[in-house]
């Protein structure tokens, strides 16, 4: 099997090169190519992803090319992770909405759009290519954020795509340490769109224990999602992270107008990690990398992987097509759920319905994403305007009009129709 990785310069790319040379038993893979524009970096996370492999005695090979035609030829799973703009873009998409007392934030709010509105058109761009150049019946699994909405621009112009994220993971993680088993015996209940889910139980040999974590080590449940443990008792559920740009904007924005943003704290990490990747002496993953982020993104992938070419179907937690699952959402949504998944690809396991008090911020949001999309694809100041009057992080007539300027004068090297 090859595995294409279109932003496989990314210094998150060894944690994804350690995981298939672990779990190479879950997963064969014969090449492991890594495609990049950029050569230097390229380079380094190629050499350091070969010994990785070697280290651990996986017979296959990684490549590296900055053309992307070689590097997709023939490729069985197409994983696209661009960050387009890089750290330099992130940094912007953290700053501007903060100058209108909005939550600066790279895949939701104002920093978001500008991020979908980078992405979605290079995206397509990847997959097209992907088409022509890769195996008939490749998949092409997206993790490049925001992954609804790029995931959703690449059904709709037909392309045998499904989004990934690692959220679900890390908690499916978190909740089987907490109960003493394998985390493999944990499915999950986890529904809503992406970085707007709420996990609902974690079934263990069909009991739901998430009760019982609620009940007995709500901080610690808390904890891991940076919000207070009275609203996962209010919810009877665990809210993803993301949610506290909602349930506390105020208390966030004010937290962090004057701190370093995200972005700049990676971009430190990641200065370091070159260094270390560079160094030929090194052959395994760094403990730095856990604070890059993406954790668990390799087990997350390699499950994916591995369930989507028929090699071990099962549960796993996916962006896919709506197609009923919330009847509050239009069918060509894109929801984040838990889904049987095999060789015929995700199916969205059937589900409680929404309460309210979730229903409709989902309905909210999902209402956003599909004018975000149509302001990433088609342009024009008043699409990005309508988006942002939609999205609940915005919403005043006198905030979405600011930050449409802002975020196409930050942006206009990157949209072309700006110019």
């Not at 008939?136 to 959703?152: E, L, M, Q, S, Y």
């Not at 499950?303 to 009923?324: K, Q, Y």
């Not at 992080?393 to 129709?417: F, I, P, S």
Request: proline share 6%.
């Amino acid at each position: 099997m090859k595995i294409a990785v279109v932003g496989g310069g990314s210094t998150y790319t060894p944690e994804l090169a350690d995981g298939l040379a672990r779990l190479r038993g879950v997963l064969p893979v014969t090449e492991l190519a890594l495609v990049d524009t950029a050569p230097d970096r390229l380079g380094v996370i190629g050499r350091f992803a070969a010994r990785l492999f070697a280290a651990q005695g996986h017979p296959g090979r990684v490549t590296w090319t900055t053309v992307a035609d070689e590097g997709l030829d023939a490729a069985d799973v197409v994983l696209i992770q661009l960050r387009v703009g890089g750290t330099r873009a992130r940094i912007s998409d953290e700053t501007f909405p903060m100058e209108c007392a909005c939550v600066g934030q790279e895949t939701t709010g104002a920093g978001g759009l500008a991020m979908a509105m980078r992405t979605v058109p290079v995206a397509l761009q990847v997959a097209e290519l992907a088409s022509r150049r890769a195996a008939p019946d490749a998949w092409i699994i997206d993790f490049t954020n925001p992954v609804g909405i790029v995931t959703r621009a690449l059904l709709d112009a037909g392309h045998r795509a499904v989004g990934l994220c690692n959220v679900a993971i890390q908690l499916q993680r978190r909740f089987a340490h907490l109960l003493g088993v394998v985390p493999e015996e944990v499915v999950l209940d986890h529904a809503g769109l992406n970085h707007l889910t709420w996990t609902r139980q974690a079934v263990v040999a069909g009991d739901d224990r998430l009760p019982e974590l609620l009940r007995e080590q709500p901080e610690a449940l808390a904890a891991e999602v940076g919000l207070p443990p009275e609203l996962l008792t209010f919810f009877g559920a665990v809210p993803s992270s993301y949610l506290r740009y909602f349930y506390f904007h105020d208390a966030v924005v004010e937290a962090e107008r004057d701190v370093p943003t995200r972005g700049e704290q990676v971009a430190a990490i990641e200065r370091s990690l070159l260094d270390i990747y560079a160094d030929p002496e090194v052959s395994t993953k760094p403990e730095l990398l856990n604070r890059r982020g993406g954790a668990y993104y390799s087990e997350a992938a390699v499950g994916l992987i591995a369930a989507l070419t028929g090699d071990a179907p099962g549960p796993h937690v996916a962006n896919v097509r709506n197609r009923g699952t919330f009847p509050q959402l239009p069918e060509e949504s894109v929801i984040e759920v838990t889904c049987d998944i095999d060789g015929t690809g995700a199916s969205p396991r059937r589900l409680r319905p929404l309460p309210p008090e979730i229903s409709g911020l989902v309905s909210h949001v999902a209402g956003y994403e599909e004018l975000a999309l149509a302001a990433a694809t088609r342009g024009g100041r008043e699409r990005v305007y309508r988006a942002l009057l939609a999205h609940p992080l915005v919403g005043q007539h006198h905030l979405a009009d600011a930050l449409t300027d802002r975020l196409l004068a930050a942006n206009a090297d990157y949209l072309g129709w700006v110019r």
